[in-house]
């Protein structure tokens, strides 16, 4: 049974990854092509010889875990969507295999870890993440790897360097696990604390070993780029708050009483309040999901509703438990959220995806509890049962399936910035014939496209660069080689091959290029 539901998650995150999501948005692309860099000549795109502490990148500082996690894939597949998703799509595969193991080891019952990764493998939460390249699902799976070391260890002692091993991948993969991973750390050291205490020699090695490793990380972390890329997130930084708690001190006649009740710190921790408790609302657990289109369909929620009563049931029956299993997955599924809360966009399905597979280990508690009621059912009853669950959980599962196969990938292309991979394939027929090729801006950062798909040596494209920094360290390329992104007009009697967004944008149409719905997203012309 294992193996069926490794089988059904492995078709689900593979099948057609290169075409749904309909096409790479420029977050992949940069990872995909700072990978290739990597992989080709050993330096990412601005030159600097294999970046530990981060990627440059756009003047976003990537954490470099994603991009090396690339390379062997790239190497194996070829530069594309698929190598470029795999590491993504390959660790949906591997959290199943992790849920099962760990949900059968802390609650001692093979049939709830059999639930767990069942649940997992048909997740949408797990499903969006994995069919995508988003490092905070690769960082999920260090973290849930992490965890199964650790408790391991508690046994096999030297699974306990391994398992900081791995919390340190995390760390070094997704800006969320930076906070994430002590405080996990703290927990699980909480938590199983009298089992510690007795291997304090190989705890010790353990945090050696991690303090070696974030070793590369300091001189970054106490970097201005470090901490405007926090400044730009946080709501801690927030203006608007500033003025409020200002303007009401100053109504109140700037007395020491209204400094301290409207105090900025104050309205900070509401905000942050209100901010972690979007996470655990229904709307977003269990109706539309992300805002984001590129994280969620928009017509589901990050679980499914047959998921509901099971989770109710799962938290009671934990909470009567009082066990470290009840600990664990109880402070696992609080804490997760945490990074997500201090940021101004919440509910936020990637800042929170270290959360998974706590979800799926509740519901798997709660089924296996109900399966265990049922059978004591007469006959009649059970198949009654059976049969009404069979049927609601097929009726989430084709409105789920139907809707981000059928109806995803052509309502929402434009998020995924859809078509630049078929337009620089056609810019490249023709620009043999042309002095300068004019790109629209339009639709978000056209040069990484470039980069990607013509594969250019990134030494050669650091010295024909035309590029400068803003003052928030956001790199603007506005062109390199015959390739130029401000669109002047042309000068002298020089061939211009323009392209533009839309149709009718050009003097002389000799192509476009159009979106899933039949829309033109691209019109090349002279």
Known sequence: LLGLIIIIAAFLRLNKLSDNPPSLYWDEASLGYNAFAILTTGHDEHGELLPLARFIAFGDYKPPGYIYAIVPFMALFGVGEFAIRFPSAFSGILMVIFTYWLAKKITGETTVGLAAAGLLAISPWSLQLSRAAFEAHLAALFNLTAICLFIAGIKRHYFMPISALFFILSFYTFNANRILTPIFILVLLVIYWKDSIKIKKWLVISVTVGLLLLVPSLSYLRSRESRLRFQEVTIFTSLNTITKANARIMRDGDTWWSRIIHNRRVYYAKDFLSHYADHFKGEFLFISGDRNPRLSILDVGELYWFEIPLIIIGVILLLFQRSKTTALLIAWGLFAPIPAATARETPHMLR????????????????????????????????????????????????????????????????????????????????????????????????????????????????????????????????????????KPPVGGERVLRVKTGSNSTNKKIDEVKDPSGKTVFEIGE
């Open 352 to 487: 929170t995806a270290s959360i998974l597979p706590i979800p799926q280990i509740i519901c798997g508690i709660a089924a296996v509890w109900l399966w265990n009621f049922v059978k004591t059912k007469s006959t009649v009853t059970k198949r009654s049962i059976y049969i009404l669950v069979t049927l609601i959980v097929l009726v989430n599962l084709l409105y789920y399936f139907h809707n981000y196969w059928v109806h995803y990938p052509r309502d929402w292309s434009s998020e995924w910035q859809y078509g630049y991979s078929e337009m620089v394939t056609k810019v490249r027929e023709h620009e043999d014939n042309y002095d300068r090729i004019s790109v629209t801006q339009a639709n978000g950062r056209p040069y990484i496209y470039f980069l990607l798909f013509n594969h250019v040596n990134p030494i050669v494209y650091m010295n024909i660069r035309k590029a400068d920094r803003d003052w928030y360290g956001l790199w603007n390329v506005y062109g390199f080689g015959k390739y130029d992104f401000t669109e």
